[in-house]
């Protein structure tokens, strides 16, 4: 298991576990360095980002504002952007969290796209949804909703020339846990490579309110099952996922679930196959 658990790490890149604040802080300059290169090497000034409330968005969001400060201190162009960008469906259970969010970030720009009357326009016209089971329609309308997010926010990024970001990191990716073309789709993830608690510790560190940081996470997209956990669809914890993936002894049944929905969702991590 170990070997195995070592492979899966050395794919999705994990870094290393924090060992205190000077690793943090070293992890939260590399990772805004990188923000900024990636706008260089694109020759862009902008960066979009949705945020939802949760602590991935909220991390990421952090990091994309400092990088876009720093750039304007840097060169001294005031041409350098984060949008940040709320998608609620409708009328989202804890948009409080993500004002909260937006708050905290204070980033340069905030817009609203409201999917809703989009999702249910498109959900009207796909015919193959009619003889699907509430539960079944349910959960392919929550993709839908995740694809018409990043639709939205590849809207405003090509509007203003900018780059989309995304928050997927290494335990959400080792799950599958994204939306293939949905929310795993983007120009740029800095959270890649970080457990689960370690982006909690780097959100923590650039001054998230402890209630964010340590959010019960939810992906929120079935309509009926609202708010359901992140953990509770996984059938594992965070806690197991993190451990697993930096290599330390975890429950078997534990290690099973990770590994077999690892293998299951490869697809998702991969490139479009080809001939």
């Known amino acids: 298991m170990q070997e195995l658990q070592s492979a899966i790490a050395d794919e999705l890149q994990v870094r290393p576990p924090f060992t205190g604040p000077s690793d943090i802080d070293a992890e939260v300059q590399r990772r805004i360095a990188f923000i900024q290169q990636c706008l260089r090497d694109a ?12 602590v991935d968005s909220l991390t990421a969001g952090l990091l994309a504002q400092r990088a876009v400060e720093r750039l304007r201190a840097e060169t001294g162009d005031d041409g350098y952007r984060f949008i940040a ?10 948009e409080a969290h993500a004002q909260e969010s937006l708050v ?6 905030t817009h609203t796209v409201n999917i809703g009357p989009a999702v249910q326009a498109l959900a009207a016209q ?5 003889g699907l089971t509430p539960g079944s329609a349910d959960f392919v309308l929550g993709n839908v909703k995740a694809r018409m997010r990043m639709v939205a926010q590849y809207a405003i990024a090509n509007a203003r020339q900018g780059l989309v970001i995304g928050t997927d990191h290494a335990a959400e990716a080792v799950m599958g846990f994204f ?4 929310d795993g789709a983007c120009d740029l993830a800095p959270l890649s490579g970080l457990v689960k608690h370690q982006v909690r510790a780097i959100a923590r560190a650039l001054g998230a309110p402890e209630h964010l940081v340590e959010k019960i996470p939810t992906a929120d997209l079935e309509d009926l099952s609202p708010g359901k956990p992140d953990e509770e669809a996984h059938g594992v914890s965070y806690t197991d996922i993190d451990a697993f993936l930096h ?12 590994c077999r929905t690892f ?6 991590r991969e490139q479009p196959k080809a001939p």
């Open 43 to 54: 020759g862009l000034k902008t960066l979009v980002l949705g945020i939802s409330g949760g």
């Open 179 to 182: 939306t293939k073309f949905g």
């Open 263 to 268: 293998e299951k969702t490869r697809h998702k």
């Open 126 to 130: 796909i015919e193959a949804l009619e």
């Open 104 to 109: 905290c970030i204070a980033p340069d720009e």
């Open 247 to 258: 290599g330390r002894t975890v429950r078997p049944e534990a290690a099973e679930i990770i």
């Open 85 to 94: 960008v709320r998608l609620p469906y409708q009328v989202q259970k804890d």
